[in-house]
């Protein structure tokens, strides 16, 4: 499943790689911390489930929990 995020479509599904990269890390405390997969995880380390369930749809970013993805206005973030 690593290699999902080896070529660039992932990454434009959820915004870029830096994107990617802060849900993949948020994800993965989230299972280190005793959360259930929300895909099978027989023969696959934590990364590679976090990836796949980013993947597959079933963990995205919420913008609204999320300031520091808001749009900003003059240097702040939008209120929506």
Avoid: C, H, W
Avoid at 48 to 65: L, R, S, T
């Amino acid at each position: 499943m690593i290699e999902a995020i080896k070529d660039d479509e992932l990454a434009k599904k959820v915004g870029g790689v830096f994107r990617l990269t802060a849900l993949v890390q948020r994800r993965l405390k989230e299972l280190i911390e005793g959360s259930r997969p929300l895909v099978d995880p027989q023969g696959k380390n934590l990364v590679e489930i976090a990836i796949q369930e980013i993947d597959e749809g079933k963990v995205i970013i919420d913008y609204e929990k999320t300031e520091m993805l808001k749009p900003l206005v003059n240097g702040e973030p939008k209120k929506v």
